[in-house]
């Protein structure tokens, strides 16, 4: 099993930058990549970003290009997505996800561990 867990959600300034972070721990070995996914109230879950944590291949959502980027540390196996240029339109909640079976993810089934989740919110 693998645990994730969430930090550096809040309240932006459209505009702003905010910094997410996931630390892993558990079978981090069993993994091939670790990524994001938002949720807004009432629309499916779906991926942003996402970084093979071996490679360091990086997936992006076209929404969030140019303005969002994913890195890892993997001896520390700690994920971070840096937000840059952020709009209202990205708020949500933003879930920390890593699996093996599908890169890069297109949907929440291609996801097989799941963090609790950190709200975003950007006002206008």
């Known amino acids: 099993q693998v645990q994730l867990a969430e930090s550096g959600g809040g309240l932006v300034q459209a505009g702003g930058s905010l910094r997410l972070s996931c630390a892993a721990s558990g079978r981090t070995s069993k993994v091939y990549y670790m990524g994001w996914f938002r949720q807004a109230p009432g629309e499916e879950r779906d991926p942003v970003a996402a970084?093979?944590?071996?490679?360091?291949?990086?997936y992006y959502a076209d929404s969030v290009k140019g303005r969002f980027s994913t890195s890892r540390y993997s001896d520390k196996n700690t994920l971070y997505l840096q937000m840059s240029s952020l709009k209202p339109e990205d708020t949500g909640v933003y879930y920390c996800a890593a699996g093996s079976r599908v890169w890069p993810p297109a949907r929440q089934y291609d996801a097989d561990y799941w963090g609790q989740g950190t709200q975003v919110t950007v006002s206008s």
């Open positions: 970084i093979t944590w071996l490679g360091g291949s990086t």
